[in-house]
Each structure stands twice: as C-alpha cells, then as structure tokens.
C-alpha cells in the first residue's frame, strides 16, 4: 500500500483545510485508515480513523466537532475535513493503515502503512 497526504497549507484561525489521503492497493479499500498528527517536539497523536465502509469513525477528543473524516471507497481516497482551526493544530499530519481492525486502532503502533504527510499551519 502506498499513501500520499495533500491538502495541507498555511491558514488563519477559524480557517478551514481538506486534506486527501490518496492510495494504491485493494489493501486499502477494505481497512481501515487513520489520520494522526505530530508537532515539533512532541509525540505522534490520533486525529481520527475510519473503517473500512465508511460507517463508523472515531476522533481524538481536541478535534471533535471540528474535524470530519469520510472516505471516497471508488475514489481510493480518505479526507479529513479541518474547520475552525486552532494554532494549536500547527502540525505534519499523516494517514496510515491498520490490518487489525477499526476496534481500538487508535495508537501508530497499530498502522502498518504511513504516507510522508503534509504540513498544516494554522497562524493567529
């Protein structure tokens, strides 16, 4: 599975991002895919995921409300849809897949595949 981020950029607070999560394979269209974040200095963190079919989705609590994942199954593509984004959102943000399920897939160490993420700079 190979996975390529788009979408990122520079924007204001209150601002709004769409980023794309692009992939090749049969392996991604029936797993489930992730988006995490890491900022300078700091761990890699859940944003959100989302299974397989597109029914369930779960997010990080600092992003609930704010940020809405959905996935183009013909299209092979996951998106994360950014709103009202905060300073504190400034960071490389990845998409991975797991092979173990939608259930609890909420640590990196559960993704198998990671694109090479795109930058997201949110200025005040």
């Known amino acids: 599975v190979q996975l390529v981020e788009s979408g990122g950029g520079l924007v204001q607070a209150g601002g709004s991002l769409r980023l794309s999560c692009a992939a090749s394979?049969?392996?991604?269209?029936?797993?489930?895919v992730g988006w995490f974040r890491q900022a300078p200095g700091k761990e890699r963190e859940f944003v959100a995921r989302?299974?397989?079919?597109?029914?369930?989705?779960a997010y990080a609590d600092s992003v609930k409300g704010r940020f809405t994942i959905s996935r183009e199954i013909a299209e092979n593509t996951v998106y994360l849809h950014l709103n009202s984004l905060k300073p504190e959102d400034t960071a490389v943000y990845y998409c991975?897949?797991?092979?173990?399920?939608?259930?609890?897939?909420?640590?990196?160490?559960?993704?198998?595949?990671w694109g090479r993420g795109t930058q997201v700079t949110v200025s005040s």
């Open positions: 991975a897949v797991t092979l173990w399920g939608f259930i609890g897939a909420s640590s990196p160490g559960r993704y198998d595949y």
């Open positions: 394979g049969r392996t991604f269209s029936s797993s489930t």
């Open positions: 989302i299974n397989w079919s597109g029914i369930s989705t």
